[in-house]
């Protein structure tokens, strides 16, 4: 049974920063292309980061790139998020997924699995 589990969320003051974890199992880890995305309530799914399987490729949306980092430990089967300078409109759940094809990775139709989310508050 495949699982992905994301922790490390909280509540923050407005400039501060925060790091996720999205640990995996049940899966070859090392094989997928994992990505971060975030939901706020009443909008849409938002691809925030990818990072490809040896970690050697990533890619950011624009609005958090040069804030936010992704990078992975394969033999710990996690991937982090490493989040500085947040602002309110970083508030959302986070939820980390793995596609199999790495094809787009931007979209997240082309994601396998998915974990549960993690919420993320950034107070002004």
């Known amino acids: 049974q495949v699982q992905l589990v994301e922790s490390g969320g909280g509540l923050v003051q407005a400039g501060g920063s925060l790091s996720l974890a999205c640990a995996a199992s049940?899966?070859?880890?090392?094989?997928?292309?994992v990505g971060w995305f975030r939901q706020a309530p009443g909008k849409e799914r938002e691809f925030v980061a990818g990072?490809?399987?040896?970690?050697?490729?990533?890619n950011y949306a624009d609005s958090v790139k040069g804030r936010f980092t992704i990078s992975r430990n394969n033999a710990k089967n996690t991937v982090y998020l490493q989040m500085n300078g947040l602002n309110p409109d970083d508030t959302a759940v986070y939820h980390c997924?793995?596609?199999?094809?790495?094809?787009?990775?931007?979209?997240?139709?082309?994601?396998?699995?998915w974990g549960q989310g993690t919420q993320v508050t950034v107070s002004a």
């Open positions: 990072i490809s399987r040896g970690g050697g490729t990533t």
């Open positions: 049940g899966l070859s880890f090392g094989a997928y292309v």
């Open positions: 997924a793995a596609s199999a094809s790495g094809i787009a990775p931007m979209r997240h139709t082309n994601y396998n699995y």
